[in-house]
């Protein structure tokens, strides 16, 4: 069994991902790369070897019951722990996103992988984290998902949006109930601002680096459960 800190990343193949996978291994941590496509994932996890990080490829994807459970029993084969868990992985759904022109089964398409998939990981992965003598999940949200954001009248928040949305905000809801229910594991929200990644074709302003620095900063310094973050610090509800 590895002394190291023990990482997973989901979604960790490119964008924040990656870089959450990269800042976590500069650290010295074992990081697992969760990706569902094989080649972005090799390809990931090599690039990070070849930076000195102690990569390990991980086949995940999160809306599959078979595929999460095989994770964790790769996890367990070769470590027998999992010290900190980062939920990235998400989907948009695309467009439109008004709520009297979305598809409803986009709705159920964002919900299942922002949401039931974080569900899925995050039980699959809890008996490894208990056997953690510091056990960590960061779930990486957005600032729209905040309601009080949302509510504002200056549009702040950016455009109309009945699946993505409305998604993170469940995703809040869901990591305040788990953070009650596991007070012996640490469990927050991070929000990594507007980054450019394919997510929005590359629309954002901020670095995949710099969207990545919450979720670093929440896996190892950040006190306290059932909180939501973002570089500034704390973000209403």
């Known amino acids: 069994m590895s002394e ?15 870089e959450i996978a990269t800042g976590l291994g500069a650290l010295g941590w074992v990081v697992g790369v969760g990706a569902r496509d094989a080649e972005r994932r090799e390809a990931a996890v090599a690039k990070l070897r070849a930076a000195g990080a102690d990569a390990f490829g991980v086949p995940l994807d999160v809306t599959g019951d078979a595929s999460v459970t095989a994770a964790a029993a790769l996890i367990e084969e070769r470590f027998g722990r999992l010290d900190v868990l980062v939920n990235n992985a998400a989907i948009t759904g695309g467009v439109p996103q008004e709520p009297t022109r979305v598809d409803p089964a986009t709705v159920l398409r964002v919900v299942d992988t922002n949401v039931v998939g974080v569900i899925r990981v995050t039980n ?12 960590r999940i960061v ?20 455009p109309i949006s009945a699946a993505y949305s409305p998604s993170k905000t469940f995703l809040n809801a869901v ?18 601002g507007f980054t450019a990644t394919d997510l929005n074709n590359f629309r954002g302003v901020r670095t995949p680096s710099q969207g990545a620095a919450i979720a670093i900063r929440l896996a190892t310094d950040i006190e306290g459960t059932g909180g939501f973050y973002e570089d500034a610090g704390r973000i209403p509800w």
Do not use: F
């Open 175 to 192: 990591t305040v109930q788990y953070a009650k229910e596991l007070p012996d594991i640490q469990i927050n929200l991070g929000c990594p």
């Open 4 to 18: 190291s800190t023990i990482a997973l990343v989901t979604g960790a193949n490119k964008g924040i991902g990656y």
């Open 139 to 158: 779930n990486m949200s957005s600032s729209v998902g905040s309601l009080t954001r949302q509510s504002a009248v200056d549009g702040s928040t950016g």
């Open 124 to 135: 699959a992965m809890l008996p490894l984290l208990r056997r953690s003598a510091r056990p």
